[in-house]
């Protein structure tokens, strides 16, 4: 079938040689699969398009001295075991937890400092309502199952307060807080830990792409070898329909029994492999996945930390409201439901949903020095808005600027503080990152995407229907996020495979 392909003639024995696993993609997960393969005594090599590492744990110096997590921000679902086993911190993985780490200030200038210490989230909760700062504690079946809107508006009556929780429920998705199951994404994102302390997201030293670092430097220890810019354009099938090695776009061939792919299921399903190899209803499952996406990252450079008004603070140290998860925008549940419906009719939310995180708090090393990195965290952009276009860059410019204007409303002088700033709408999210349709999930995490449903029925075991070809990425169990998990699960499979073979 792939015999007119001609075969490689480089000098680059890494290229000639078979090996025992190829990777498509060097996103967390795909580096976090070679790792364990390659303790495992297995030959593997990892291709990754980009010139770089990291997929959406990437850290990306796009305006000199400023060194964004260009994508993810926050870690604390990375597993505890891949931590552990790779021996990340020896491996350069430093996490800078974060106390508070959520900030609310509201219009009418009071503000909700929310974190680990128990005592804070009583006194500051209580300012709103005592009876709230009683409830304050979690049922996990509910939040399986409901609503957010619903769990939240059971156990709690501070507007601002199911705002800010809420804000997890809805995040990285279209859904809106009265979606069924939208309670499961804040399950999700609350189920992570760090360094043993549950529920606490971290920032990493260096940015997310230390995360991706540290892990491909366990995987070059055990002998793996990562290559950039190395685009796979094609799976190579056998006529007996086992995979015998990928096709980059350049034309190099490389061969290998066994191929992992942490590219999405739709990338890889409709795009790698070749026209009819798939049994028709896998194919069509794949096909009608939910890839959508309403998710923007801005990433900015400042010459100066904002002043939020509510503080009655101003000066240029940072503060409480300064260090976790800043909650601009929305500030009940009825707001956050109309930014998700601004979406629903097809336009960027008026008033969106933003995440403020200000990682030079504690990171000194990606920014220079006395000025700040800030990245946000926005919500609800529709891929394909109904009133213009993100290719339009008038149109892009006026979405940032209402975002602006809004954070201007909190904290006066904000606009005035920035130096640059990067934009990645959904469709740049795909363009850039490899993301279908910009969903930063690899595929909505809805109840019927997740468990053995991931990424569709019958195939939550990472093998495929295309023998010697699985899935290693967020598109399968457990899901989203920079977890690991699915790495090092599909390495197992693929080691107890190639143990049979
Ligand atoms: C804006 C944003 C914010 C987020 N915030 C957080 C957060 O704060 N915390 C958190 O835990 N999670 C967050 N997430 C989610 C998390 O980052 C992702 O779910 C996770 O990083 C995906 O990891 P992955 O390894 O499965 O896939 P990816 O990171 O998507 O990696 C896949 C890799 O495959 C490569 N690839 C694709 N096709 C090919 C091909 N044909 N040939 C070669 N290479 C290919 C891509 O270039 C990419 O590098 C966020 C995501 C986004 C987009």
Redesign the pocket.
Known sequence: MWKQFRKFSSSSTAKEKKWDALI???????LTAAAYLARSGLSVAV????HL?????VTEELIPGFKFSR???????LRPCVIKELELKRHGLKLLKRSPSSFTPCRDGRYLLLGPDKELNYSEISKFSKSDADAYSRDLMDLLLAPASKVLNNWFETEVLKATLATDAVI?STAGVHTPGSGYVLLHHVMGESDGDRGIWSYVEGGMGSVSSAIAAAAKEAGATILTN????KLMIEDTGRVHGVLLADGTILHSSFVLS??TPF?TFMD?VPDDVLPHDFHNAIKCSDYRSA?T?INLAVDKLPQFHCCNLSHPDAGPQHSGTIHIGPESIEEMHSAAQDAENGLPSRRPIIEMTIPTVFDKTISPSGKHVIGL?IQYTPYKPSDGSWENPVYRESFAQRCFSMIDEYAPGFSSSIIGYDM?TPPD?ERV???TGGN???GSMGLDSLFLMRPVKGWSNYRTPIEGLYLC??GTHPG????GA??RNAAHVVIEDFKKS
Do not use: D, M, W
Request: aromatic share 6%; proline share 2%.
């Open positions: 498509i993609g060097g996103g967390h997960n795909g291709l990754e398009r980009r590492i990291g997929g959406a744990a994508c993810s921000y926050l870690q604390s679902l990285g190395a685009e796979v354009s942490n590219a990338k790698l998710t990252k965290f990645l999210l990152i490899g993301l930063i999930f690899h990425g967020s989203g996020g920079v977890i699915p790495g």
